[in-house]
């Protein structure tokens, strides 16, 4: 204590002691001067102890009873306050244990004088209790002495001091035994001799213990002598004493020091001499007492028992029990025998309450219970101690049920006290409770019309009694209504948990040391129960004891535990409780198998069994074998014979299903309750998870679960699992809600049961097939053999038979055999022919079995299967077209799994059987899903094929060695599909055949998916075909498919489908058969091209390629001519793609000259020369290689380039077939009339510029000819009016479609070529134009097509609305077309004009020709850019074409020229169309300027070379000319020529053209001469006519002033005479014609009226006019004649 040992501490302790002395003197000062004066030299004591020494402690406690004196006689003045004061003080003392033992004396001595005075009786007690706790200085007589004041205190008068005493009593104890517990601690390292110790009772052999030990034993023997109402030896003094308290005592003294009575032979002595017989004594009236039995039948009186006393001698027994059970070996023996015997129906309720509670005490200690059975039920005279506890504990339930509780009085208002006061309900519906009205369901027990609650009063495992504890009661308790059977139950539910952890832990154990010693010794071939005995010799004996126990525990309490069990789980109306139930009976089956106790094992599991079915459920399986040793024997217990009480059927439990008995003769129905299902599922999760330790009762457990599923009605599905499911014979099952949520687990559990057969071991698996097998044999006659049952009329019989079979199946598979069942192939197919045989039953539930049981063969012996792959690919392949969905779906999960994971590990020669397997499945027209996903396989297999290759070419081509040997050796030819080729070759075209049947399926998109598939897998694996091997796949597979697709599709219906099936929308494109095979017309034509195209190589060199060409061709054109946009449009794109085929390159063929620009194909075709023919070709990339590979052996392949150019005309000709046929109008029109689309128009002729590279050379007019027939059909083809807002552009656009686009190309392609080619082809530019000019004049007058009447694009209805309202047909807006035609004419005629063809053929003549038409409409052509384009185009083309025509005038090839061209100019300057009313200023001024220039033409190329051109031309120029020049010729104002009249510029640009030619000064031939007359008399008698003109207006008008035209007009006619004048007078006069001047004389008169006239502009120009003729005034002459000359 270090705190009181502390200089502070010390220092308040002597401050306190001092004040206590002097408050003590104080208090005395009057009344008590001894104890004054005591006091007061106390205080000068304590001075000097402190002052004198340095321990002070120490000091005080040699000198403490004198210190404490004056104290003690403060005590005794008896006053209470002086009293209080001093034991406060005496406290302190001792706490600081400063107290010596002669002062503890002193001490104890005034406390007892105290206590007998009866003063402060609560603060002695406390003073007690610190002076025996704080030290250890009271011994021996004082000690005795403080322990007799506590009991003495402890019978006063007063209830707390009672309480408080007996509390300080049972400290005091404790605290005796502690110092005892602490002083062997102490010695604990010294090792004493021990005492031989008499055995005898005399209480003085105590003399070896020490101290402490001492005092304990002295006062542990005085308790049992109280106990026994002896008289104490050591406690003196004692008055009185309860046999209660003295009980309470010993137990816990017992109970908290175990060790002092297991350590110390004294006190062992006294459990055995003392204790024990006081115990058996004080039961007497207990074992004695009957209940219910008269006095008068016994002599004496019988003491009744006593509820305390019992109560209390039980928990010592319990304590003695548990805690001493090794040394009172046969006492225990007779407490436990009394135990059992308070369990009687004769005891009181109370009795057998605290009884059960005991026991339940025993039951919650497992290795207790071991010893128990070791040392009585296993020794040969003894009583079975451990049986009789748990055959007491059944018999006691029984007896709860059977006898109604009596004799005590507690029980009539039983139901009262517990349903807080409630009515007594009747036993019939006593489950139900009201409370608050509502009812609620108590779990509880009911067996015939009992009805017994159970309560819940504990944890699992652990025992918490309620009545044992009950100390403070004097009376028996009211045991509530059920509390004992509750007690009882968890008893029995503790004790199998107990043993089985406890057993199956040491086996655990036991097992893994095992292990290790006999791996090496056992072979696998002997019985487990040989091992085990093996195992056992060579362990320690130990072992074999352990074992011997474990027996003999379970033997001694499995009887009794069956028997309470079964009949609790009869009557168990909970839930919770079955459960637990039916766990306690699962394990004890679990342990009794691990221990190989096969009668006890198999009770237990028929317990479960039987509780599964309904009562009375004849199952003759239940009451045969073992059952029968149970269900009629009686268990003896303790003499009572108790039946063993079968089930009760009128139990309330709520009915869950009602179904059929599996019988053979229907019977009625049977009902299922939830606690039938609740067994059920235990069974399940027996078999589940201890089906190693159930041997022979698999049989029952089979058997059970088999009527179970048949009465619910489950049904085997896929993979051995069962489902829920109602087989049409039994309309009288019926399952409830509450079962059906069951049912999927249950089902599921069931399911996995076989699974989870994989873990047991060969006897245990054997044991389940022996089982499996009885069954079989009892539900059907094996006589018919297995398939026979799979064909049983009654659908469930064959599902079971099913079942059956392929679960035997599937067992002997995964049986681990010896030698494996790979090797071992006669086995193997003695085991899958019964699965092979099920194919031939029709029945479809038979049929799934078989493929479930074939897809879990997969799934677990896949990979060994070897030899049995073809019968079990042949049951995948049985399944047919008519057998439903779930069947085809299961067999193709096989397939799919097959296709996954096993072809690498299958023989190759089963590779065929998967392709046609997978191949059937796609012809399956079930499900689509499954067709187009078996395509999908069938490329993964063809993939598989790819990479493995080499591997499977080399074990096909050894197969075939083997087969073709057998076959010459019985003389037999080897037949196989597409013999010839080499075997890894026919499994390549099995392939492609497979694929191709599917090309031509009646299902589109099966066709669409083969069809991609098929030419995927030639395209990318196609290269590991041997070459010969491709004249098969062209001819057998592809010329094939494209026949049957092609008759297909022409023979195809056209009438509409509504919908897919359910409410599938079908697109518009595909809305007929004949729409859909259309497609995949257009996918395998466009397949095979692409092989043609990049397999050229390979197929060029096979022989009959031309033939393959021409049959290719001949599909190409059928196709492009059907009446179907999509197939032709198509077609036309293989075509494009074979042609795109570029001719292998010689390098010494390389062409001379480079291609020309702008081809799309390079020209590579080498010059056709004699000595080119024989030379090989090489290829220079790896083709060649591979060709080299291929073959070989064989020489060099030579292309031979005719054979190639034959190919290409070929296709000349087919291309021209395919163009006249289609753009050919038809003779009539209907509204379905098919008409070809722009789309198909534009690839025809994209094509030609592609193919005329391959054939330019041998291309001639004839053929141009051909060309420009289709050209101009082509571009005639108008289209329908629901295209034209896709085709065409808007009105307005000048765009050109692409067809146009077309034409203009492939006419480009042929000039360039021509212009590029030899002089011979030079010829074809005329025809070109030709076919150019025929397309310009499309611009004034749109061509036809045959007699259909197109509507032009402006006034054609778009049927926006009514989509499917026949077209109307649409002319193109050809004006862009024709205005582009005219440009490449022009382009053209710019560089081939000097050209003799050009010339020769008058070329510029058409020209003009053409472009006079839209010249002469002008203002009324369709588009106002078509006449000015016309115009340009003239004059570029007069430009260039008018020197040429000079050039070549002499020899007259350009004569019939000048007139077309002289009537093109007077057409187009002087229209007759008017131009519209909306026309602005300045657009006419543009077309006026657009006049000039043509005028400027004529004044610059035509007139200056007139010498050089007709008279008649010149002639007809000149007038008009002049006709342009004058404004008006009459008075009367016409719209025409007002217009004519307002081309201003015009007429001045005549006149001035006029006027230019009129200056002829410069007259160097007759020819030019001639010309200037002709324009000065047409110059001047233009003038005459204005002048006259304007007079005649002016007059007119009066005062308002003329048009500015004609003032204008006016003005330039004056100016220009003026000019003219001047003109002539410089010219030499022999120049002028005489008639010349009397026309400009004949102006004056004219001129001279015009002076009058208004305008000051016109004054000043007639000024100027005038002014010249002076000149002419000469005198006149004499001679008048002269002049007149």
Not at 127 to 144: I, P
Not at 549 to 576: F, I, K, Q, R, Y
Not at 1190 to 1219: F, H, K, Q
Not at 1602 to 1618: D, G, M
Request: aromatic content about 8%; some cysteine; hydrophobic content about 40%.
């Amino acid at each position: 204590m270090s705190g009181t040992n502390s200089p502070e501490a010390v220092k308040k302790l002597l401050e306190n002691m001092q004040s206590d002395l002097r408050a003590l003197s104080l208090e005395c000062k009057k009344k008590f001067p001894p104890v004054k004066e005591a006091a007061e030299s106390g205080i000068i004591k304590v001075k000097t102890i402190a002052a004198r020494n340095t321990e002070i402690l120490a000091a005080l406690k040699e000198n403490s009873s004198e210190v404490v004196q004056p104290f003690l006689m403060g005590c005794g003045t008896k006053e209470p306050k002086i009293t209080q004061l001093c034991l406060t003080a005496i406290q302190r003392l001792m706490s600081h244990e400063v107290v010596s033992e002669t002062a503890a004396g002193n001490i104890i001595n005034m406390l007892w004088q105290l206590m007998e005075n009866s003063l402060e009786e609560l603060k002695l007690l406390q003073t007690v209790l610190v002076l025996l706790t704080t030290n250890t200085v009271v011994h021996d007589e004082s000690l005795s002495k403080a322990i007799v004041l506590c009991f003495r205190l402890h019978f006063t008068k007063d209830n707390i001091t009672n309480n408080t005493a007996a509390a300080t009593v049972r400290q005091v104890v404790t605290v005796v035994f502690e110092r005892m517990v602490a002083e062997d601690e102490r010695h604990r390292d010294i090792i004493e001799q021990p005492v031989l110790v008499q055995g005898n009772s005399n209480r003085r052999s105590v003399s070896t213990l020490k101290p402490c030990a001492k005092d304990a034993y002295m006062l542990f023997q005085d308790l049992c002598q109280l106990v026994n109402a002896d008289a104490p030896y050591w406690l003196v003094g004692m008055t009185e004493m309860t046999r209660t308290f003295g009980l309470e005592l010993l137990e816990s003294v017992l109970n908290d020091f175990p060790q002092v009575f297991l350590q110390h032979q004294e006190f062992s002595f006294l459990l055995k001499e003392r204790v024990c017989p006081l115990v058996i004594k004080l039961f007497s009236p207990n074992i004695k007492f009957r209940q219910g039995s008269s006095s008068s039948s016994s002599p004496a009186p019988v003491e009744k028992p006593y509820f305390p006393i019992c109560m209390r001698l039980l928990r010592v027994v319990s304590v003695l029990i548990k805690q001493f059970y090794s040394l009172l070996v046969t006492e225990c023996e007779i407490f436990l025998s009394l135990l059992v015997k308070f369990l009687d129906a004769d005891k009181p309720q109370w009795l057998r309450a605290v009884a059960v509670e005991s026991i339940h005490r025993l039951c919650v200690q497992p290795q207790l219970l071991r010893s128990f059975c070791q040392s009585y039920d296993m020794k040969q005279h003894s009583t079975k101690v451990f049986r009789d506890i748990v055959n007491a504990l059944g018999s006691f339930i029984q007896s709860l049920f059977l006898v109604p509780p009596t004799g005590n009085p507690a029980t009539t208002n039983q139901a009262g006290n517990n349903n807080s006061g409630g009515p007594v309900s009747a036993p019939a519906n006593s489950g139900m409770l009201g409370i608050g009205g509502g009812v609620t369901l108590l779990p509880a027990f009911e067996y015939r019309g009992t009805w017994i609650p159970i309560l819940t009063i504990t944890v699992q495992g652990s025992a918490k009694a309620t009545y044992l504890e009950m100390l403070d009661k004097v009376e028996p308790p009211t045991i509530p209504e059920g509390y004992a059977m509750s007690v009882a139950f968890h008893c029995l539910l503790d004790l199998v948990r107990g043993i089985t952890s406890m057993i199956e832990g040491e086996l655990g154990k036991v097992e893994t040391e095992c292990q290790t010693t006999t791996e090496a010794a056992s072979s696998p071939t002997q019985s487990s129960e040989q091992q085990e005995l093996q195992s056992t010799s060579d362990q320690m004996d130990k072992e074999k004891v352990s074992r011997a126990v474990w027996e003999e525990m379970v033997n001694a309490c499995w009887c009794g535990l069956l028997a309470a069990l079964s009949l609790l789980l009869d009557a168990s109306t909970d839930e919770a409780a079955t459960e637990n139930i039916l766990k306690a009976e699962l394990t004890m089956a679990a342990l009794c198998g691990r221990l190989g106790l096969v009668t006890s094992r198999d009770a237990f599991i028929t317990a479960i069994c039987k509780g599964s079915l309904p009562p009375h459920y004849a199952l003759t399986v239940l009451n045969t074998t073992t059952a029968a040793t149970l269900s009629n024997k009686s268990y003896s217990i303790q003499g009572q014979s108790v039946m063993m009480i079968s089930p009760s059927s009128e139990s309330h439990q709520q009915v869950v299903a009602v179904g059929q008995p599996l019988a053979v003769q229907p019977q009625g129905t049977v009902m299922l309750t939830s606690k039938n299902i609740q067994c059920m599922r235990t069974l399940l999760n027996l078999a589940h998870c201890h089906g190693a330790v159930l041997g022979t009762s698999w049989q029952l457990v089979l058997a059970t679960l088999q009527h179970l599923v048949w009465i619910l009605g489950l049904k085997p599905s896929s993979g051995g699992a069962l489902k829920p499911g109602r087989a049409v014979e039994g309309p009288s099952t019926v399952l409830t809600t509450a079962v059906m949520t069951d049912l999927p687990v249950i089902s599921n559990i069931l399911s996995r049961l076989f699974e989870s057969s994989q873990y047991l071991d060969d006897v245990s698996l054997h044991h389940l097939i022996n089982a499996l097998c009885s069954l079989s044999l009892e539900a059907m006659d094996m006589a018919y053999g297995n398939n026979k049952v799979c064909q049983h009329p009654n659908s469930r019989m064959r599902e079971w038979g099913a079942e059956a079979l392929t679960s035997l199946i599937k067992a002997g598979l995964t049986f681990n055999h010896d030698p494996p069942l790979s090797q071992n192939q006669r086995l193997q197919l003695l085991l899958l022919n019964p699965l092979k045989e099920m194919s031939s039953i029709n029945h479809p539930d038979i049929r799934l079995k078989q493929l479930e049981c074939v897809l879990q063969i997969l799934q677990s012996q896949g990979d060994s299967l070897g030899p049995g792959w073809p019968l079990v690919l042949g049951v995948m392949g049985a399944i047919r077209n008519d057998q439903g969905e779930s069947l085809i779906r299961t067999a193709f999960q096989c397939l799919q799994l097959v296709v996954t994971d096993f072809l690498p590990t299958m023989p190759c020669t089963c590779l065929q059987i998967v392709v046609d397997v997978a191949g059937s499945f796609g012809l399956h027209n079930q499900e689509l899903n499954i067709s187009l996903t078996s395509i999908g396989l069938l490329w993964n297999i063809s993939d598989y094929f790819f990479q493995r290759g080499e591997t499977i070419e080399k074990e096909l081509n050894k197969e075939e060695a083997a087969q073709q040997k057998q076959a010459e050796e019985k003389g037999v030819v080897l037949n196989r599909p597409f013999h010839p080729a080499p075997p890894f070759d026919c499994l390549w075209l099995c392939l492609y055949a497979k694929l191709g049947e599917l090309c031509v399926d009646p299902r589109p998109a099966v066709r669409k998916s083969a069809g991609q598939t098929l030419f995927s897998t030639i395209g990318a694996h196609g290269t590991l075909l041997q070459h010969s091997t491709w004249h098969t796949v062209i001819w057998k597979v592809l010329f094939h498919l494209l026949d049957r697709v092609r008759e297909s599709s022409t023979t195809a219906d056209k009438e509409k489908i509504e919908s897919g099936g359910g409410n599938i929308l079908i697109h518009h494109s595909r809305d007929t058969a004949e729409k859909q095979w259309a497609e995949t017309w257009v996918l395998t034509l466009a397949g095979v091209a692409r092989i043609f195209n990049t397999r050229r190589y390979l197929l060029q060199p096979l022989g009959d390629f031309s033939r393959a060409w021409d049959v290719l061709l001949d599909h190409i054109q059928s196709a492009a001519l059907s009446k179907n946009n999509e197939v032709s449009l198509a077609a036309l794109k293989s075509f494009q793609e074979i042609l795109q085929i570029v001719s292998p390159v010689r390098d010494s063929d390389k062409p001379e000259t480079p291609p020309a620009v702008n081809v799309p194909v390079p020209v590579l075709l080498g010059s056709i020369s004699g000595p080119g023919l024989s030379r090989p070709f090489v290829r220079t990339d790896s083709i060649g290689d591979r060709l080299g590979r291929y073959n070989s052996s064989e020489p060099p392949v030579v292309t031979d380039e005719l054979e190639d150019l034959n190919l290409w005309w070929a296709a000349w000709s087919t291309w021209y077939r395919i163009g006249s046929e289609s753009t050919k109008p038809p003779v009539t029109f209907d509204k379905l009339t098919f008409i070809p689309s722009q789309p198909f128009l534009t690839a025809l002729i994209q094509i030609f510029p592609a193919l005329y590279q391959h054939i330019k050379t041998g291309f001639n007019m004839d053929d141009l000819q051909k060309l420009g027939v289709i050209l101009h059909s082509a571009v005639s083809v108008p289209i329908s009016s629901d295209a034209s807002p896709f085709i065409l552009p808007s009105y307005t656009e000048a765009v050109l479609t692409s067809l146009q686009e077309a034409v203009l190309t492939a006419l480009d392609v042929l000039q360039k070529a021509i212009c590029v080619g030899p002089e011979n082809m030079q010829i074809m530019y005329p025809a070109i134009f030709d076919q150019l000019l025929a397309f310009v004049e499309f611009s004034c007058k749109p061509p036809q097509y045959g007699q259909l009447e197109t509507k032009h694009i402006a006034n054609a209805k778009y049927n926006q609305i009514q989509l499917f309202a026949p077209a109307e047909w649409v002319a193109l807006n050809y004006v862009p077309f024709a205005e582009r035609s005219l440009e490449v004419v022009v382009d053209l005629y710019q560089k081939t004009a000097c050209h003799k063809a050009v010339v020769n053929e008058k070329v510029l003549q058409n020209i003009i020709k053409t472009l006079r038409v839209p010249l002469s409409l002008k203002y009324s052509c369709p588009s106002e850019s078509t006449w000015k384009l016309a115009v340009s185009s003239l004059l570029k083309v007069l430009s260039i074409g008018l020197p040429v025509a000079r050039q070549h005038a002499s020899s007259g090839k350009f004569d019939s020229m000048w007139p077309e061209l002289a009537n093109t100019f007077e057409d187009f300057l002087f229209t007759k169309s008017i131009p519209p009313d909306n026309l602005s200023i300045q657009e006419f001024q543009r077309n006026e300027s657009i006049d000039v220039e043509v005028v400027q033409l004529i004044s610059t190329e035509i007139l200056p070379y007139a010498n050089f051109i007709p008279k008649e031309f010149v002639g007809q120029i000149m007038t008009m000319l002049n006709k342009g020049s004058i404004h008006s010729q009459s008075s009367s104002f016409t719209e025409a020529e007002i217009d004519i009249r307002l081309r201003e510029e015009f007429s001045k640009m005549c006149f001035e053209t006029l006027l230019q030619f009129s200056f002829s000064n410069k007259v160097t031939t007759p020819q030019e001469g001639y010309i200037s007359r002709m324009a000065l008399s047409v110059l001047l008698k233009r003038s005459q006519d204005v002048l006259h003109r304007y007079i005649e207006d002016e007059r007119l008008s009066g005062k308002c002033p003329l048009p500015r035209q004609q003032v204008t007009e006016i003005i330039f006619v004056l100016k220009a005479v003026s000019t003219l004048i001047d003109s002539l007078k410089k010219t030499q006069p022999e120049n002028v014609d005489g008639n010349t001047w009397a026309q400009v004389i004949a102006l004056y008169p004219t001129l001279v009226e015009c002076i009058t006239c208004s305008s000051a502009e016109v004054c000043s120009a007639l000024k100027e006019a005038l002014v010249p003729f002076k000149d002419f005034m000469q005198p006149p002459a004499s001679k008048v004649q002269n002049g007149e000359s």
